[in-house]
């Protein structure tokens, strides 16, 4: 579809561009590609289901809890669930408070400008009073004034968070439900629904509030205008798909050896960069989500796997490298649902400027791992 | 009960083994389908089990004799190799130190390594860290001190090699590994000789030998230099001071016990040995110049670093280069509070750095600022860690340094010493805070809340550990009298704290100064950032001599030993021709060829034998 | 009795390779592998048998043979053998399990392997010169056909330099032996008959002296050892555990047997130029090492550094350095048996030996974790570390040829510093890092793969830990070894000026029993 009138991109990554102009999607349409796709978000929607989940419980119910032992419990604390806890047969819930981490610590979005507000520093005063009011915690507060107020901000990161995933999740599970039922069939497909999705939700609100006594302080309150796309979403994508935090497993922190940027906007070792074959490794904590999902794999997917050299033996491995192909067609997905036009404009004008946003996107996509899910 | 948990006491090692070889499932990837924390709670387990049977041991030997055990464990011919424990107040003390700051890095590990998939093997190295040196504090033996220490610089190696994916971790397992070692050879050495010299390897036998010894100076201070070797390189003191440095690269539980405890068991070999050493006036004279030299060196260096966990590694080797002059001055018990209250000191200062690089997800301190109001247990920490470690407030280390000055009242320029780097490490721990927890948050310290309990839990519990110590002191009768105090030196000491807080807060902690601040020259400023370029002359000089060396030699091998020797051309002709049937696959041949040449050597043999035999029959007439 | 140790092996040699069903390579490894468990089973039961407090030969068998020659089939063990005998049982099976199921040709290759440990088991058991001769040799056939047919590309040059090298050791031997019968003008070759015979110093030289080279060929001493690394190269791995493990020892046996237990004077004298070989040796081959990028060489030079301690014990000539020599010989038996186990595992996995190609082999998903561990378990007990049995055998062998050879012993101590750096370098080469793309795919390692040298290893730490096991059954046969050669006097060679060593009288110590111990340690021997 690559019009007439239009010269070919001279960006770098052109051939990408021009696939997306053309309807293509960052990761080639294959069958096996969107048998991997598909069946790692499956596993991906579950476990996303519990840490959104368990994201929110401790947003609201772990709320300035000194000591939260127990707060992967979801609030359910039997010695069953306590003796499978300690024998680490559990979903690795520090997977996603990393994620939550990544966001707060790289900001971004409007979320991140109202946690700066005076107006959150007036609720979370009200809340932080009701919680610890009357208790030696206050004098605490009083010592270290900002100890609780950036506790919160976490906290409140912990729900954001939790409700993108809450989307997201249900999103993949619907996707794996289509796909079973026949009517996903190419990565096309895919995007389309993950978009679709996205733009559906676009608009959601994010809140939180939390009950301390009996009674609902809102920390968020749906008057701020915190909407799902523009506040998590993107900042997600931000954070955990391009920048994240360098592995302690394959980076040095030492200072003199200036292997990290001192601009965190310049990380590139979010999930669209990392290689995939150290997963498993000492130091690289994504180890902890393959191992999530290598629990909810279906089983066609789990047979794909077997068929290759190693096995069950890499199964972690082989998890991130579909994994990684499925964040790519999400991010086509976001690029898309992006796009200041339609797909198929004709106004050069329109198609210009699309063309702008897209070798926008593909500047950070430079040395990601795009080129190596081409080839696979 | 006390006989039994004496005899016993050589479990407190072995809790640690146990929990080690409990992680086994998981370090060696047994396990697929659950995670590895399981082995964490074992060895926190084990490493709780160690300190409270260790707690019970104090209780027993409280106010006893010390008492020896005897393991026996290899009795060979005339070569007896058994193991004698020391059970005494000292021993099982520095046993409860071990074991308690074990247990708090271990928990620390917790939070700081969640999501670390191989905390299985973490905990398998940690738990047998603890166990070489609880054992090496109980250890009344030579053999068994120095083999600890080789297994030491084994742990030392595979914790820092612990993220080995990383490259510059490869470098630094390999540097701590080998500059340990090369003390380990040479101390290795100082042993085979005291075992000939002496016939005996217990501590206490060879106090009394040496009591005796009548050695030659030139072998008494070979002797002695050797026996020092090793404890130089475990205490990272010049010139084997480098490891410390790279082995930062480590994980930060793992740092927290390097800088107090690690560093403080090659101390604790060197105290034994003390006795030996003072047979050597050169001996102990190269002591004092070595700890001297790392002392001053390694405080100027620490102020110069601009990474956080190494701006406060050099300090150890500072502090360790004191102990080093306690030994050499033979003030034995000096050097084992020195070691305490540093180690206690240290520990904090290391928990507190590491909730700060999680946090911040940097080491580099030029990127910090602003953290103090937002983390509570992080900086009180590091505040109590650093008077704990200088000699300002009446913490632990004001009253060692006192002991200290104290005993060494008599020479000025010890003194000096003291007080220079006392000053020195206040500058640069008031820096480190003002650079790090004061200020204005930057970009990467914006957003900064407090650690989860997993690792505020040991900070705290340190922090009250740090507050209890001169109180445990005076419990244990180590605080000097009041009259006794010497108040000039408690003036002095306190004074260069504070000219060196003061100095470091007036410019650190001052908005006004334009950071990075440039004290010195750059040139200068170059030399003590990359430690005095010690790793480069190393480079230039052990590396370069053994890979040329070693080329050299590979190269004879190849053209000339094996050229002149084989005979190349006999070789190659028999290659060349009649062997290619082998290649073809026609073996059989070449068994037949070998039967044949042995069957000619043999026929050849009866012939040869029975020629000279009979001649030498008809000589002799049999 | 021992006879069975060399028969049972020739008799299921001749079976598999004469029965035609054995070409099925599965089934003729099996065989073998029932054959070589039943040898080491006998061997364990022969340890029962064993008394470790006669110092003499035990469980003798006599057969005439060839008379007019000499020639007796006489066998016996001691403890200078016992441990030998052991080990080559034991590697014998490791080798066989560990060995290719696919193998090409595989009724000849699971026979030559059967007549190898045969052959290597009568050299160690044969108490008749001649007859240790035609086991010394015959042991050449199976190795040399075994290199030659199953070798790698360069199988043809290793192989035959491999038997020139060897066939020259023996010929040197045997001209030994016969100058020895023909000088004493003894009409036998019975060992016990000869070691009564006394001969002038000179002329015990000369013959002490060809006997050297010929076993010091086979150890292999600097620098006649070149043939050892081409030899390993190109050998496939259990030929290399063999060769390593059991091949140079015959050499150091043999030195021990013939050379000192036959010329004691003579190796009095010799004895500090054997132990400066035996620097050259340590301080030469480690050297060599460092610079080779192969994993087989850097394994085959540090056997040429770790033989010198061997010789080094040797030449001192103690009781206490003769039993040191024996448990480093067993030591390095395992030890370096271990490595090229180990080497062999990432060789067939990943196509290459050269440390500059391989990278990250530690990657747990795709790269070979539990074989890197053990690699790691394995340098470091080479670098002697405690806990494992190469760190006990070092320190053996340090501490009894210190008061004998002290300046020869400290150089050989940097061999052991030297040791760290090569085995360092390839574990932190070949396993540290990331694993890089081209090593990405690599076939899945069994645990077939692994079970060899998973026993190994454990093998390695229970003698470290429990090194009694290793030097109980030699101590008579050591002490009267050790006590052939009057000690040379320290002051000779004394290099420090020792002066007057104050005897120790050990302070009167309460010391503290510890039962649990002892009864471990009671129990532990009360095998005999």
């Known amino acids: 579809m690559v019009s007439l009138t239009q010269q070919p991109s001279t960006h770098p990554l052109a051939d990408m561009i021009h696939c997306l102009e053309s309807g293509g999607a960052l990761l080639p349409d294959s069958p096996d590609n969107v048998l991997e796709v598909v069946g790692v978000l499956k596993s991906y929607g579950v476990v996303l289901d519990a840490y959104s989940r368990n994201l929110i419980y401790i947003a609201e119910q772990q709320f300035l809890v000194l000591f939260p032992a127990f707060k992967y419990f979801d609030g359910e604390v039997s010695l069953k669930k306590l003796l499978r806890h300690w024998w680490h047969d559990r979903i690795n819930y520090e997977y996603a408070e990393y994620c939550m981490k990544g966001m707060l610590w790289h900001g971004g979005g409007g979320l991140d400008d109202y946690l700066d507000s005076a107006e959150f520093s007036r609720r979370t005063e009200a809340a932080i009073q009701a919680k610890v009011g009357g208790t030696p915690m206050q004098l605490l507060h009083k010592l270290f004034s900002n100890f609780l107020p950036e506790q919160v901000r976490q906290l409140a990161y912990y729900s954001g968070l939790g409700q993108f995933w809450r989307v997201m999740s249900d999103m993949f599970i619907d996707l794996s439900d289509l796909y079973d039922q026949g009517e996903v069939q190419t990565i096309a497909d895919v995007v389309a629904h993950i978009r679709d999705a996205l733009v559906e939700a676009a608009a959601l609100p994010i809140t939180y509030a939390v009950t301390i006594k009996g009674q609902t302080y809102e920390i968020i309150p749906k008057s701020v205008g915190l909407t799902f796309l523009a506040d998590t979403a993107l900042p997600y994508v931000e954070a955990v798909f391009f920048r994240s935090f360098p592995f302690f497993g394959t980076v040095s922190y030492n200072a003199q050896a200036h292997q990290i940027s001192e601009k965190p906007g310049d990380f590139s070792y979010g999930a669209l960069f990392a290689d995939p074959l150290p997963i498993g490794s000492a130091g690289i904590p994504p180890t902890l989500l393959m191992q999530d999902m290598r629990h909810y794999l279906p089983g066609y997917l789990h047979d794909f796997y077997m068929q290759g050299l190693r096995g069950e033996d890499d199964l972690r491995v082989k998890i991130c490298i579909s994994f990684q192909k499925s964040m790519f067609c999400v991010t086509t997905a976001t690029v898309l649902g992006l796009m200041p036009h339609p797909l198929d404009t004709t106004d050069p004008v329109q198609r210009q400027e699309n063309r702008t946003h897209l070798e926008n996107w593909m500047d950070r996509l430079l040395t990601s791992r795009l080129a190596d899910v081409q080839s696979e | 009960m006390s006989q039994f948990l004496i005899q016993t006491s050589w479990w407190v090692p072995g809790y640690g083994l146990i929990g080690a070889l409990l992680t086994l499932p998981w370090s060696a990837g047994l396990v697929h389908r659950t995670g590895p924390r399981p082995a964490a709670y074992f060895n926190l387990l084990m490493t709780a089990l160690a300190l409270i049977h260790s707690g019970a041991l104090l209780q027993a030997v409280w106010n006893q004799p010390p008492q020896r055990l005897l393991i026996p464990w290899l009795k060979i011919l005339d070569l007896d190799l058994s193991f004698t424990l020391e059970i005494s107040v000292i021993s099982v003390g520095a046993a409860i130190v071990i074991t308690a700051l074990s247990f708090l890095a271990q928990f620390f590990a917790l939070g700081y390594l969640e999501k670390d998939w191989a905390l299985g093997r973490f905990y398998a190295l940690m738990g047998f860290f603890e166990a070489a040196m609880s054992g090496i504090v109980l250890s009344d033996s030579l053999f068994l001190s120095y083999a600890l220490l080789e297994m030491l610089t084994l742990s030392t190696y595979l914790l820092v090699g612990f993220w080995y994916a990383q490259p510059l971790v490869v470098t630094a397992a390999r540097d701590a590994f080998l500059t340990k070692r090369v003390g380990d050879l040479l101390l290795l050495m100082g042993v085979l000789v005291v075992f000939t010299l002496a016939g005996s390897l217990n501590f206490s036998d060879l106090e009394t030998w040496a009591q005796t010894a009548n050695l030659a100076p030139l072998t008494a201070t070979l002797l002695g230099l050797a026996l020092i070797a090793g404890p130089t390189g475990k205490c990272a003191q010049f010139p084997l001071n480098l490891w410390l440095d790279e082995a930062m690269e480590g994980p930060n539980p793992a740092s927290i016990l390097r800088n107090s405890v690690v560093v403080a068991c090659g101390a604790f070999v060197l105290i034994k040995l003390q006795p030996i050493l003072a047979i050597s006036p050169i001996a102990l004279t190269a002591l004092m110049i070595l700890g001297t030299m790392t002392a001053i060196g390694a405080s100027l260096v620490a102020i110069a670093q601009i990474d956080i966990k190494r701006a406060l590694s050099h300090t150890t080797s500072a502090y360790l280069g004191l102990v080093f002059l306690a030994v050499g001055m033979q003030q034995t018990d000096l050097a084992l509070l020195f070691l305490f209250t540093h180690a206690i000191g240290k520990a904090l200062l290391f928990m507190s750095i590491g909730s700060v690089i999680l946090t911040t997800n940097t080491q580099d301190l030029t990127e910090m600022g602003g953290l103090a109001g937002r983390m509570p247990a992080t900086t009180s920490s590091f505040v109590v860690g650093t008077f704990a470690s200088i000699g300002l407030l009446p913490l632990g280390s004001l009253w060692s340094m006192l002991e200290w000055g104290d005993s060494f009242w008599s020479s000025p320029w010890l003194v000096g010493v003291l007080l220079l780097v006392n000053g020195l490490t206040a500058f640069n721990l008031t820096r480190v805070f003002g650079l790090a927890f004061w200020g204005e948050p930057q970009i990467k310290t914006r957003r900064t809340p407090e650690v989860p309990w997993t690792m505020a839990v040991p900070m705290v519990s340190l922090v009250i550990i740090a507050l209890l110590v001169p109180v445990m002191l005076l419990q244990w009768h180590l605080l000097p009298a009041l009259e006794n105090i010497n108040l000039l030196l408690v003036l002095l000491l306190i004074s260069s704290g504070i000219v060196g807080c003061g100095l470091g807060g007036f410019i650190y902690l001052n908005s006004g100064w334009a950071k990075p601040v440039n004290l010195v020259g750059k040139p200068i400023r170059d030399t003590l950032a990359y430690d005095f370029w010690i790793e480069k002359a190393y480079r230039l000089s052990v590396v370069l001599g053994v890979v040329q060396g070693s080329r050299l030699t590979a190269w004879l091998d190849r053209y000339v030993v094996d050229g002149m020797v084989n005979l190349v051309g006999v070789v190659s002709l028999f290659t060349g021709e009649s062997l290619k049937y082998t290649i073809s696959g026609q073996s059989r041949n070449y068994l037949l060829t070998v039967f044949v040449g042995v069957i000619l050597t043999f026929i050849a043999l009866v012939w040869s034998f029975h020629f000279p035999y009979s001649i030498a029959q008809s000589l002799f007439g049999h | ?528």
């Not at chain 3, 016992?82 to 290759?109: G, T």
């Not at chain 3, 540290?432 to 899945?444: D, H, M, S, V």
């Not at chain 3, 290893?457 to 030097?471: C, D, E, H, R």
């Open chain 3, 1 to 528: 009795m021992l006879s069975t140790l060399i028969w049972a092996p020739v008799l299921g040699a001749t079976v598999i390779a004469f029965l035609p069903q054995f070409s099925n390579s599965e089934r003729a490894r099996q065989a073998a592998l029932a054959i070589a468990i039943f040898t080491l089973g006998w061997t364990v039961f022969l340890i029962t048998q064993f008394d470790i407090s006669n110092a003499g030969l035990q469980l003798q068998e006599t057969l005439p043979w060839v008379e007019p020659l000499g020639l007796t089939y006489r066998l016996g063990v001691d403890g200078l053998s016992l441990p030998l005998v052991v080990m080559n049982s034991f590697l014998v099976v490791i080798a066989i399990y560990s060995s290719d199921p696919k193998i090409n040709r595989p009724r000849l290759y699971y026979a030559l392997f059967l007549l190898l440990g045969s052959a290597v088991a009568g050299a160690f058991l044969a108490q008749n010169l001649l007859l240790f001769f035609l086991f010394y040799e015959l042991e050449l056939i199976p190795l040399y056909l075994l290199i030659a047919i199953w070798g790698g590309a360069r199988r043809g040059y290793a192989a035959t330099k491999f038997l020139i090298y060897t066939a020259t050791s023996g010929i040197l031997i045997l001209a030994a032996f016969f100058g020895l019968t023909l000088l004493t003008g003894v009409s036998t070759f019975d060992y016990a008959a000869l070691q009564s015979q006394a001969l002038p110093l000179g002329t015990q030289i000369i013959l002490l002296v060809t006997l050297l080279v010929g076993f010091g060929i086979k150890i292999p001493l600097v620098p006649l050892h070149t043939w050892l690394p081409d030899a390993h190269v190109e050998a496939s791995t259990p030929t290399s555990v063999l060769l390593a493990g059991m091949l140079l020892k015959l050499g150091t046996y043999g030195l021990l047997r013939f050379g000192l237990g036959l010329f004691p004077e003579a190796w009095r004298v010799l004895a500090p130029w054997l132990a400066a070989i035996a620097v050259v040796n340590v301080l030469y081959g480690s050297f060599v090492a460092i610079a080779q990028t192969d994993m087989k060489k850097i394994v085959a030079y540090s056997s040429v550094g770790h033989m010198g301690f061997v010789i080094l014990a040797s030449a001192a000539a103690t009781p206490l350095s003769i039993l040191a020599a024996v448990g480093q010989m067993v030591s390095h038996g395992l030890i370096s048996a271990l490595l090229f186990l180990l080497v062999g595992v990432v060789y067939s996995k990943t196509g290459t030996r050269d440390v500059t190609v391989l990278r990250g082999l530690l990657n747990p998903e795709r790269g070979l974790p539990l074989i890197g561990s053990l690699m790691i378990a394995g340098v470091m007990a080479s670098g002697g570390i405690p806990g494992m049995v190469g760190f006990v055998a070092e320190f053996v062998v340090y501490r009894s040829s210190f008061s004998v050879f002290p300046v020869q012993t400290l150089l050989c101590v940097l061999g052991t510093g030297l040791t760290a750096v090569y085995f360092l370098n390839l574990v932190n080469r070949a396993f540290f890092g990331r694993l890089p793309e081209n090593l990405a795919n690599l076939p899945r390692v069994y645990w077939r793969d692994r079970l060899p040298s998973v026993v190994m290893t454990v093998l390695i730490i229970f003698l470290g830990l429990q090194p009694s096991w290793l030097y109980r059954w030699s101590e008579g046969t050591s002490a009267a070894l050790g006590r052939l050669t009057p000690s040379p006097a320290i002051s000779h060679m004394a290099p420090l000026p020792l002066i007057e060593t104050v005897a120790v009288n050990p302070p009167e110590i309460e010391l503290v029993s510890t039962p649990a111990f002892e009864n471990f340690q009671h129990s532990a021997l009360s095998l005999e």
